[in-house]
């Protein structure tokens, strides 16, 4: 029995010595079942596990298991580290480990399924036991690329009985796309070399497919015959919430380039209706406001047009073109980022509004402040920006 393999199941599993006096080994399950470290179990006592009164009814269960070679009860408990009953459903079964026999428990939530024992060619009802309980697909392929071992669940995942899998070659199960990198994974791992873990689809019964992760292993179920032994996680629920999510980030991404366009459109408009209504005062009203007070002789009237005219500018000391009129030189561009600036947007938020690097706005704001003569002074820039008109 190659260990690897078990560390792969998702089943809690462990190995004690044929009269089960102590822990021979654990998986990674058993041990996050017990809340102690694997190597922490390897050698504890296995009646150190059961609860004080359930000790009579571990003992009968391993003395039966030792007898009949393989036996299982319901409502049976273990002991967590910290003192809590777990209950669980325990089956016990003889099996072969290199110079020695063992017992192998499954320990599995009330209610889980138990073993049974799958036909064909396979190491014997030992292993077939360990494995048949397992909620993950679990395949033994020999080199041919056929398989020789198949549990329960290929007929809940698949909607194949075991038995038709049986002799079949294992590619024949999987999808078209996904079968050259399962050969290739197949020959690495007989090779001896590192294998790799694939997400890959099977073919079920009746049509439609089913996401795994593909995880195998060398293993010698039957003396002087290696084979691979595969575990298949069911993945496919978490395939579509990543499908979802992906869709889901890329309409969000859409709809954020969306607004960034909807935003820096309305910021142009308005730029360019403040920029038509300076415009327009500069050479509509305040022209005529100069030429009425020239004529205007009484005090009082001029100094009605005089406050006219301040308030016109001090409304409009805040347009944009009130900028361009302060600053000599300024580029179109400059123009539109000094704008910014003063309204309080960041470099980044320039950037995203002018679809500008925020390198490139900041070498715009450099050119602003030699412009305006600011270059070595500790000014603010939008404070100054916003002094100007």
């Known amino acids: 029995m190659d260990l690897e393999l078990l560390e792969h199941l998702n089943a809690a599993i462990m190995i004690s010595d044929a009269h089960g006096k102590k822990i021979i080994f654990a998986n990674q399950k058993a041990a996050e079942l017990l809340g102690r470290p ?34 299982s009860a319901e409502g049976l408990a273990v002991l967590h580290r910290d003192g809590r009953e777990i209950p669980l459903r325990i089956s016990a079964s003889l099996a072969s480990l290199p110079g020695q026999e063992a017992l192998v428990l499954t320990l599995a939530g009330e209610g889980g399924a138990g073993h049974s024992q799958p036909g064909g060619r396979s190491e014997g009802d030992h292993f077939a036991a360990l494995v048949a309980a397992a909620a993950e697909l679990i395949f033994l392929i020999d080199r041919n690329g056929h398989i020789f071992y198949a549990n329960p669940a290929s007929e809940a995942l698949l909607g194949y009985p075991a038995a038709e899998l049986l002799a079949k070659p294992a ?62 996680h069911d993945v496919t629920k978490r395939k579509k919430t990543e499908t979802l999510q992906q869709k889901q980030a890329a309409e969000l991404a859409s709809l ?8 820096e459109q309305n910021s142009k408009a308005l730029i360019e209706q403040e920029r038509t209504i300076f415009n327009n005062l500069q050479h509509q009203v305040l022209p005529h406001l100069a030429q009425l007070s020239k004529q205007c002789r009484a005090k009082k009237a001029q100094q009605l047009l005089g406050l006219v005219r301040d308030n016109l500018k001090r409304i ?28 309080g947007k960041s470099t980044k938020d320039i950037s995203l509004l002018l679809s500008l690097s925020t390198r490139t706005v900041e070498s715009y704001r450099d050119a602003l402040r030699r412009k305006l003569g600011l270059k070595g002074r500790r000014v603010n820039l939008r404070s100054h920006l916003g002094s100007l008109g």
Do not use: W, Y
Not at 42 to 51: F, I
Not at 52 to 70: D, F, G, I, N, Y
Not at 213 to 223: H, I, S
Not at 256 to 263: D, F, G, P, S, Y
């Open 38 to 71: 694997a190597a922490d179990l390897a050698g504890l006592p296995l009646a150190r596990l059961a609860p004080a009164s359930q000790k009579k009814k571990h003992a009968a269960l391993l003395k039966e298991a030792t007898r009949k070679e393989s036996a």
């Open 171 to 232: 590619l024949l199960f999987i999808h078209p796309d996904d079968q050259k990198s399962v050969a290739s994974d197949l020959a690495r791992i007989f090779s001896g070399r590192k294998r790799k873990e694939l997400q890959i689809r099977l073919r079920r019964k009746g049509g439609g497919v089913l996401s795994v992760e593909f995880k195998g292993v060398l293993v010698k179920p039957r003396q002087g015959e290696e084979c691979v032994g595969v575990i298949l």
């Open 256 to 263: 954020n380039t969306a607004l960034r366009l909807l935003i």
């Open 316 to 343: 409009t000391s805040q347009f944009p073109q009130a900028i361009a009129t302060e600053i000599p030189g300024i580029t179109p561009r400059e123009f539109e980022v000094a704008t910014l600036i003063r309204r």
